[in-house]
């Protein structure tokens, strides 16, 4: 029996996470054939909200090769890492892609799997899909989410977390973890042993602790973020020091201080 894989994408999504998901599926169906397999093991299918082409983060196109629908008969659904930059710019996207959330809602209590990797994370806990559950996501925006979703246990360390119905990856390229992991989990360690091999991934990575920035933390500041945040969801609106100090929970001349600290 094929397993169907829905490979997920949209405009400014990391296309990376999505082409190399299907390279990785593509070798493990090779090498199953090499050793005896007849039918394919996966079938993958690159899906769009509408079923167009889109954009990736880095400007080059990714064409659709179908709609995604509520209804899709898909044995795993793989969500890519969104291309974002900064904490400020979460709200604004994930307001943006509220459409792909809802019908993401609509994967709850179906057997599909459903995995995401990197920042694409918070699309599952914005559909509710890991609700009450634990979860992992990209090392320089795990207190992000914490704070965004409490109900969720993050476990900012790990490369994986399986929790049956909803696997979730790391930052960057732990999308090959995650690929290599969904190999294993439905056609065997062996298979999955063999693509690593062959591919030259080391699949044993248990942890993203290594690959994280310290000066990446150090060179963010809260304050501005959430400024940023507040102004970009108001930028068709009349905006006031005021009123952004207020939101800021400071006074006018404070906050006045604060941003001619940062710009030295």
């Not at 990575?205 to 969801?233: C, G, N």
Request: hydrophobic share 40%; aromatic share 6%.
């Amino acid at each position: 029996m094929t397993i169907t894989i829905g490979l997920i994408a949209f405009d400014g999504c990391i296309g990376s996470s999505v082409h190399a998901l299907a390279d990785l599926f593509s070798v493990a169906n090779a090498i199953h054939h090499r050793t005896g397999g007849e039918q394919a093991l996966f079938e993958t299918r690159v899906l769009t909200l509408e079923g167009k082409q889109v954009t990736a983060s880095n400007g080059h196109h990714i064409p659709s090769e179908g709609a995604l629908t509520s209804g899709a008969d898909l044995d795993v659904l793989m969500i890519p890492g969104i291309g974002i930059e900064a904490v400020g710019a979460i709200d604004e996207t994930l307001n943006s892609m509220k459409p792909l959330i809802n019908l993401l809602s609509d994967q709850r209590g179906r057997p599909t799997i459903t995995t995401a990797s990197c920042t694409g994370t918070f699309l599952l806990a914005e559909s509710g899909l890991l609700k009450g559950t634990r979860a992992t996501t990209t090392w320089w925006l795990s207190s992000e989410f914490s704070e965004r979703y409490p109900d969720i246990k993050m476990q900012a360390n790990e490369i994986l977390v399986d929790t049956g119905p909803v696997i979730t990856s790391a930052a960057g390229t732990s999308y090959l973890d995650l690929a290599l992991h969904v190999i294993r989990r439905l056609a065997g360690a062996h298979l999955a042993h063999l693509c690593a091999k062959f591919m030259i991934v080391d699949g044993g990575r248990t942890s993203q602790r290594p690959y994280s920035i310290p000066w990446h933390f150090m060179s963010r500041d809260p304050l501005l973020e959430k400024a940023e945040s507040w102004v970009r969801r108001r930028l068709e609106k009349p905006i006031s020091v005021n009123a952004l100090a207020e939101h800021l929970g400071m006074g006018a001349r404070t906050l006045h201080r604060r941003f001619l600290r940062l710009a030295q």
